[in-house]
């Protein structure tokens, strides 16, 4: 067991190109999330996945971002047109989850997004 | 909604003297509350929980952290700390144990003096 993976780490865009990030969860994880962490911020809950369905993507920053989940087992997260203010660190966590208990959520090291 | 406060920014303490990181919830509902540490490029680990039980819980690396429901606050607390603490500490609150959303605090960052 490696840990939650998150390709790449650092990712330098311009604005108004799309980027996808990968998170790789630990392989029992049935449960996947993805936040947003800003300078000076604590993290920002986006979304999250149990298996392949996605369970919560009201928060959502805006139709920009999407996620998925395809087989149940990596993510990826999109941000499409980028802008200035999406820059951030994106951070991906996975838990084994049962009902409405489960396991800790373990963080990845997460993917820092500069948009120049 | 819920919501957690992390009064100060920042805080320095001597190695080998006490920390006490404060935090504040707001949330109708019996809080399910944690305490994570971030270091520099390291992702977040977590070091303790509280879902019920027993108000004072134990955690990783000699910390400790108390609820209290009256006071809305989960303070975190380790007797002597080692310069290997300084780091991020965010506290955070969950609407269940099943860690489906959690909501975090704005941090407080740890350094400390020789």
């Known amino acids: 067991d490696t840990g939650v993976s998150q390709n790449p780490r650092h990712k330098i865009t311009k604005r108004g190109q799309n980027v996808t990030f990968r998170c790789d969860p630990i392989?029992?994880?049935?449960?996947l999330y993805w936040y947003r962490q800003t300078l000076g911020q604590g993290p920002e809950f986006l979304t999250y996945?149990?298996?392949?369905?996605?369970?919560?993507k009201s928060r959502l920053l805006s139709d920009r971002f999407s996620a998925e989940r395809p087989k149940g087992s990596f993510s990826t997260l999109e941000i499409q047109r980028t802008e200035q203010g999406d820059s951030a660190m994106y951070l991906c966590?996975?838990?084994?989850?049962?009902?409405?208990?489960?396991?800790?959520?373990?963080f990845g090291q997460g993917t820092r997004l500069t948009v120049v | 909604a819920q919501s957690v406060t992390q009064p100060d920014i920042h805080i320095t303490v001597s190695e080998g003297a006490s920390l006490e990181l404060r935090c504040n919830y707001s949330?109708?509902?019996?809080?399910?509350l944690f305490w994570y540490v971030q270091s520099p490029g390291q992702g977040l680990q977590l070091l303790l929980k509280?879902?019920?039980?027993?108000?004072l819980v134990q955690g990783i690396k000699g910390f400790e952290a108390e609820f209290k429901r009256s006071q809305s606050s989960f303070n975190l607390r380790k007797p002597s700390v080692h310069w290997s603490d300084a780091a991020e500490y965010f506290c955070?609150?969950?609407?269940?144990?099943?860690?489906?959303?959690?909501?975090f605090g704005k941090g407080t960052m740890l350094l400390v003096s020789p």
């Open positions: 966590a996975s838990s084994l989850g049962t009902g409405g208990g489960g396991t800790e959520a373990f």
């Open positions: 392989s029992e994880h049935n449960r």
């Open positions: 996945f149990q298996n392949e369905a996605q369970l919560e």
């Open positions: 949330y109708g509902a019996t809080p399910y």
């Open positions: 509280y879902f019920s039980g027993d108000t």
């Open positions: 955070a609150v969950a609407l269940n144990s099943g860690y489906s959303t959690l909501t």
